[in-house]
């Protein structure tokens, strides 16, 4: 029954009213992050665009065309896994949690301006698969795992807002799957001044990296 | 009572806490979907646009370039029922869905990325009606079908997340309406190679087909 | 106990589940129409840009700039309003609305069909005010209000949908405003070839109009 | 129990089944703005675009063009943030809000018609720093501030939809940081008279001020 905690500087209202409002407030939260996970995953596709010729190209012609943009195929495939798994991170890590301070909204602000932004790294790297553009859209997704790290570290610290049932061994296991995320993209930035293809192939690992040390 | 499954995986968590959090997560899921579906099939009007001409054109002039996109027309309207009717199938399906797990959740994304990716063909039709154009349109659709096929597979093998009322024959009609409709994309593929136009008013069968073996 | 009816067509389902999830599956229609009026209200936006031209212009150029598009302004905010009385029509309808059919499930995608489309004509306006722009726009809206008044008869038509609790007298008066609002577009036609400004600065009676019968 | 207000003009329907349906009213609401604050601050990532060069840029060259754009990452900064701020500003208020009526309605969509518009101004000032466009952006979240008052005034006043526990001063106190934010953006104005970056950087206080009077 007091399981829940209260933002205690409402004390105005009645406690039940604002637990009922704390629960809505948490779950507009997960429904604006949602939201925004949606529409980025979604904007990609726009980058996908045959280059504007004159006239009405033949049957080969189209067909070659659309074989020629082989990078934004791969572009769309790559940011649309990288975005879909931090969604699963991040509704991974908000099924544990209870609660929400400002400090959790802003950093899930924060880690959203970096979802957001996604589009335009993989719009970069899609025109061009140089290196530059390769360890820009690397630095992109390490931002992106230090600030879905710190949010987690923001709320499961010493239980500040996740459920009390959460071990803290369990706790701490949920940064494995990030920080591994965040060291591949950092390899992947050593492995640009070798190769860029193959450091854009090793991206394709964060599926199944981002599945460690969640069972079990 | 114990009707409802759990993830074993989080049994430190108190049961009834979880089956909540389940319940959540999954509605998280279908939420998230239908926010792709719905910015996918918005942005399908993007698309919609006069040929930029200069200066301010006539009444007459206006009227002609309106009209001389009928092709831009059709593909929104095609597309707008394909989308339509893949939510539909989505929604009908997730309606005998209680749970999910892993292989949902990575089904269900990819199956998005396809949805996502329909405003492109789309576009390309709407160029360009040619056989090349026709042919892509058609295996986008194709592989959507699959997808909420392997999907469904998925969830209904052996009751794995549906409702344990659902019964094994209804389980196996859901089927149906989404083999024809890969059925029906199939074939106007090899349409296509004869009339690129009959190929395509093949399509707007996919309403009638989508409703096959849902009643009765 | 009996006031909600059920699909009589999955009887296999246990009754009590199946209302629940007639409940969910009209919670997720309307969020998906939701989702689908403030991407269409939202993407408007797209269309406000300053004419291209090189370099970087001084202060009193930019304002020219900004000055000279107010026909793009206008389209915004009149596209904006109708959006947002179109949600609001929708959403004081489906207050009465407790069940949902194909029917329904159909006339609201071709509702949706139009929302969505209603940016095309807005950016076709505000780049030519012309008498063919008008009537264009005019057809959108008059298009529009007719799929709503379509879906209510079809919710509303003895009761096939709606609460039982509302009554004939009420149900009928929802026609209204949108029959109101049909005929103030109908009407912009014909003023359209008297004055085309006359005729988009009537629309703004949109606003009054589709308040008309809604109290007491 | 008698708590809960109730539209008066649909006393045809029962009494409980319309509070259900205005909580649910009240809930789309927030949802609709959600979404809407949701897309807007999506589509801010839309602008971000390298000046389109013919060829492959060499290495340098890139990053040479990434470097380049840097206003357009710190207008997308400062709008992420800006919008982040009013969202707070409008989940802050409705915390406190138990009600609607067409009154709400309306200045809500006012309030999301200037949320939607911003990244127009934001796309402005990303490509010209100067004064004209420093101050129409100032002009748009001055709009938007005080959009957000009237709404958050029309609520509370009198308690007309507000919870009863909110005390007169609690209430009162929520115009602490709007109105700071709004002076903040017209002195901004006046600065820009002076110095066009330094109006800028002035923006980044919008942070620390909404916190204002809202703890304790």
Known sequence: MSKKAHHPSHSVVSRERITDQDELGLERLIFFSDAVFAIAITLLALDLRLPSGGGSPSNAQLLA???????????????????????????????????????????????????????????????????????????????????????????????????????????????????????????????AFLNESLARFSWLLVVPISRFGQRG
């Open 65 to 191: 065309q659309l074989l020629e943009i082989w990078p934004k195929y791969l572009a769309y495939l790559v940011s649309f896994l990288a975005i879909g798994t931090f969604w699963l991170g991040h509704h991974r890590r908000f099924r544990f949690i209870r609660r929400y301070d400002r400090g959790l909204l802003t950093f899930n602000l924060l880690f959203l301006m970096v979802i957001a932004f996604i589009p335009f790294p993989t719009s970069v790297i899609s025109e061009s698969g140089n290196r530059t553009a390769t360890i820009f859209y690397a630095l992109t997704m390490i931002l992106g795992g230090l600030m879905l790290a710190a949010l987690w570290w923001h709320a499961s610290w010493h239980h500040r807002l996740t459920d009390p049932g959460l071990d803290a061994r369990q706790a701490r296991r949920q940064f494995v799957p990030m920080l591994l995320t965040v060291a591949l993209f950092v390899m992947s930035i050593g492995l």
